[in-house]
Each structure stands twice: as C-alpha cells, then as structure tokens.
C-alpha cells in the first residue's frame, strides 16, 4: 500500500472543529483516501473516504487537496467522545483486501 | 444499526492451550477478516476469507492459526497451540462491498486474549 504520514498527536479544545492531516505525496491515481478511528479499548471504526472531490457525511468531512498528495479531515465540533489515534489510509483494487494500519494520529480533547 | 459481536470479550488461557475466538459478522457481509493489536502496536492483518476459503493471509498467520465459516453466521479464529506472544486483541471485521478500493470494513470490538 501506498504510505502515509500522519503527526503522533494533537490536541483540540471540545466543541471546536479539528483538522487532522495526512499527507500521501506517492499516491496514486487509483487510490482511495480511507479515514478510521479506533476509540478507547474499541476496534477500528470507518469514518469517511474519498478519491478526488471534497467529502462530507455525518460523522466528519474530507477535505483533498488538488493535487491529492495530502488530505484533511475535518471534525467540525469535538465533542469528549472524538478522543481517539485517526488513521489515513490509502486503498486500491490491486492491494489487496487487507488494511495496511499506520500508527495515526492519537487526537485528545481537552474540556 | 448492524454490528460485530465478538465473544468472549476476554479471554484467559494457559501457554499450549487450543482457543477458539468467535464472530459474527453482519449478516449480509462477504468478506470477513481477523486482525490483531499487541498491547501499544499497530493493528495487523491476519486473513481475511471469502466463498469460505482464506483469501488473503499475512506472515503472521502461521500452521497454528486456523479460520471457519461453521454455519452461516459465525466466523471463528481458532489457535492451536498458544505462546506468550499470542496475547493481544483480535479483531473480527466483515465487509459486503466487492470492489477493494472502496471496501468498508466493519470491526467488532474485539477479544482480549491473555496467555499465562
């Protein structure tokens, strides 16, 4: 799988928007941009994927930069329960069915 | 809203024991999968098992480690002979979206093996 660099962490103040970065400079122009989190003693949880256009659902928004070697994604309030490591992570129909899981980003949020 | 479950949540077992770790998928999935965490690591892929036979598998998942669909519903990791090493928390996952690149995977949350 392609790779991706995400921080070791970062912090955020509750209820306001959180942008966690990820940058993928090798991608290609197959490849999916996946976003899971993986709360406290939980398994890995989807949260949003995109491949070239801005993405929004209920739980999040991707933001992909033109040239889609990083992306962003976007938690417009954080809330206490949004405390969790984010991984970035790249997919394509020729790597296979596995999940490649990077060490993310541990993201904490501060009342 | 579907879930995972995997059972037991913990499980404690002697070094040399057999354990067999379960799932349930959601229930209109293809795709089914076993990862692990050790303690403070990343997640690993074990192997993931389609049409009822592995399709993919990792370097991880040696001659001890065995997976079967018994009915329609469960989904097992089974592990013949347990080591230390072995603790960890497995994670079962399941996915009903064929083409790869847009696979959603959906994870349960998780057996906590602990070899003694």
């Known amino acids: 799988d392609a790779k991706t660099t995400q921080p070791n962490s970062m912090e955020s103040n509750e209820e306001e928007p959180v942008h966690l970065p990820c940058n993928h400079s090798?991608?290609?122009?197959?490849?999916?941009i996946h976003w899971y989190r993986q709360l406290p003693s939980q398994g890995p949880e989807y949260v949003i994927h995109?491949?070239?256009s801005n993405v929004n659902n209920r739980m999040a928004s991707l933001a992909i930069a033109e040239d889609r070697k990083s992306s962003t994604l976007i938690l417009h309030r954080a809330t206490l329960r949004d405390a969790a490591v984010y991984y970035c992570?790249?997919?394509?129909?020729?790597?296979?069915?596995?999940?490649?899981f990077g060490p993310g980003t541990r993201l904490s949020v501060l009342p | 809203e579907p879930e995972v479950t995997q059972t037991p949540s913990h499980q404690v077992t002697q070094m040399g024991q057999e354990v067999i770790l379960r799932c349930v998928p959601i229930?209109?999935?293809?795709?089914f999968y076993w990862y692990r965490q050790i303690l403070g690591q990343k997640v690993e892929f074990l192997v993931s098992?389609?049409?009822?036979?592995?399709?993919?598998k990792s370097e991880i998942f040696d001659d001890q480690f065995s997976v079967e669909r018994p009915d329609g519903s469960n989904f097992t990791l089974k592990i013949r002979s347990t080591k230390l090493e072995d603790s960890a928390m497995y994670f079962c996952?399941?996915?009903?979206?064929?083409?790869?690149?847009?696979?959603?995977?959906?994870f349960g949350a998780g057996t906590r093996l602990s070899v003694l």
């Open positions: 996952a399941s996915s009903g979206q064929l083409q790869l690149a847009k696979n959603i995977q959906y």
């Open positions: 098992f389609y049409n009822n036979e592995i399709s993919e």
């Open positions: 992570i790249l997919r394509d129909d020729n790597y296979g069915q596995n999940f490649v």
């Open positions: 090798t991608i290609s122009g197959t490849d999916y």
């Open positions: 229930s209109n999935h293809l795709y």
């Open positions: 995109g491949l070239t």
